[in-house]
């Protein structure tokens, strides 16, 4: 039979089938991952090439992120409506077409216009690939599940640099995001022919449009004012975008406290570990960006390196996330949840805390060893975090915990890069020593947040659902 055509089953989709609808998960979650960070790096060779200045090519970046952020949890609320199995393939179908529109862009508004269709692309992916997961995996290996997956959006958020760098090196802008083309396509089959079908009650509900557009509307002037802050926009636009926030950000949670099914989930906010798990991701990935988007200034800055060697230097955070994701996966299914990430994010913090300490001029093996540490505190972490949060959700409300979870990821690392790019200003000196110290004292933070867990998860580590 084939597995596309399947209705979720109560213990998961039998293996091999399990295998290939997980790869297909993969090879999408990549794509949109990776695409968030790849851009970076060739900002000024993009700025270069289209004759714009690197204060307009960042919007470049910013239209990707700034779709995804808005979108995402609208388009985990049509998961929960019509389906994820079709909300992914429609997102992977988007991302693969505007991709080549990206690579064949001829001027930076072309370029512009086609990142922010790839961001909605790269949004419907995200919003509903855990939901997946859900299904994909029995209930007794779901924090195996949950661990890969943490593991691809790890690994790729963190690789995209070094691979940037490595495409720059051989080749034009172009091909970053042509290399999406193939690769898009050939998840769209697997995933058409392997994705399970989760059951749906027909004409139960519909999708809330005023919620949308005010979902929208609130995310988008959350971005707004962080941006604002750390570009010297006028002080004054600033101030009306934060009013306008307070007062639309209001009335959307007042409104979503009386549906339902809320686009914003309100409702699963009210489930004690889901929130602190919640609160725990925000501050964490928070804490990450302070570390990624500095460190290459002080590689590159302080120590001279060029991009490719800067990207190798990192690549040991990824590698140390690919060993102790998967391994936090088997764990949580013995430690409690909220014990296993404290010690994660303890073990991150010490990590940034002596990256903090490197000396004037350390050694390759100086930087590896606590870059390494970082991402092996990480990758301990994310695993049963991410476990806790989709598990505390009721079944039908899997889209709703996926989309917040990458929309609380989403947030966190614009917020971090916006705080970074304040403390360079406030630090021209050293601004990434302090970058890497505050995210040490974040990273503390989240361990506590982590460790108020531990009476809310019962006896139990990480519980899957009942059924429905």
Same mark, same amino acid.
């Given at each position: ?24 998960? =993969? ?11 790849? /851009? ?26 700034? $779709? ?7 388009? +985990? ?22 991709? !080549? ?49 943490? &593991? ?6 963190? /690789? ?17 995001? /042509? ?60 101030? !009306? $975008? ?38 725990? +991701? ?55 949840? =909220?014990?296993? =990430? ?30 390494? &540490? ?12 991410? +476990? ?10 899997? =889209? ?69």
């Amino acid at each position: 039979m084939n597995p596309a055509k399947m209705k979720q089953n109560q213990d998961g989709m039998p293996m091999p089938s399990r295998l290939w609808a997980i790869a297909s998960i =993969g090879f999408g979650i990549t794509l949109s991952v990776l695409d968030g960070a790849i /851009a970076n790096v060739a900002l000024p060779t993009i700025a270069s090439d289209l004759n714009t200045t690197p204060t307009y090519s960042i919007w470049v970046v910013n239209a990707y992120q700034l $779709a995804m952020t808005i979108s995402l949890l609208s388009m +985990s609320s049509i998961g929960d409506i019509y389906g994820y199995r079709k909300v992914y393939i429609a997102g992977l179908a988007l991302f693969t077409c505007t991709s !080549l529109f990206c690579a064949l862009s001829t001027s930076l508004p072309m370029l512009i216009v086609a990142r922010g269709l790839q961001g909605f692309g790269a949004a419907a992916i995200t919003s509903v690939n855990t939901a997946l997961v859900r299904i994909i995996y029995p209930s007794h290996f779901l924090s195996r599940g949950i661990g890969l997956n943490a &593991l691809i959006v790890s690994v790729a958020s963190a /690789a995209g640099p070094t691979i940037a760098a490595m495409i720059l090196s051989v080749t034009t802008w172009q091909w970053l995001f /042509a290399v999406n083309i193939p690769i898009g396509i050939a998840a769209f089959f697997m995933s058409c022919k392997f994705l399970p079908a989760n059951p749906i009650k027909r004409n139960e509900r519909t999708f809330d449009k005023l919620g949308g557009v005010m979902n929208a509307l609130t995310f988008a002037l959350v971005i707004g004012v962080i941006e604002g802050f750390t570009h010297d926009f006028n002080i004054f636009l600033i101030l !009306l $975008a934060f009013v306008a926030l307070m007062v639309i950000g209001y009335l959307y949670i007042r409104r979503e406290r009386k549906q339902e099914y809320p686009i914003f989930p309100v409702d699963l906010l009210r489930i004690p570990a889901f929130s602190l798990s919640i609160l725990t +991701s925000l501050i964490s990935f928070f804490a990450q960006m302070l570390a990624m988007v500095s460190l290459p200034f002080f590689l590159q800055g302080a120590m001279g390196r060029n991009a490719v060697s800067t990207g190798l230097l990192i690549t040991p955070w990824p590698l140390a996330t690919m060993v102790f994701a998967p391994l936090a996966g088997v764990l949580v299914t013995k430690i409690n949840a =909220g014990v296993l =990430g404290g010690v994660g994010l303890s073990i991150f913090a010490v990590g940034l805390f002596l990256l903090g300490q490197l000396p004037a001029h350390p050694t390759d093996l100086d930087i590896i060893w606590r870059v390494a &540490l970082c991402g092996a505190g990480f990758g301990l972490f994310q695993t049963p975090n991410n +476990s806790t949060i989709i598990s505390s959700a009721p079944n039908t409300r899997s =889209g709703g915990a996926s989309g917040m979870l990458g929309t609380t990821r989403l947030v966190g690392q614009t917020t971090g890069a916006a705080v970074v790019a304040l403390l360079f200003k406030l630090f021209p000196d050293n601004g990434t020593h302090v970058s890497l110290f505050l995210g040490s004292g974040i990273a503390v933070l989240a361990a506590f947040v982590s460790l108020l867990r531990i009476g809310k998860l019962g006896t139990s580590p990480v519980k899957a659902t009942p059924p429905e």
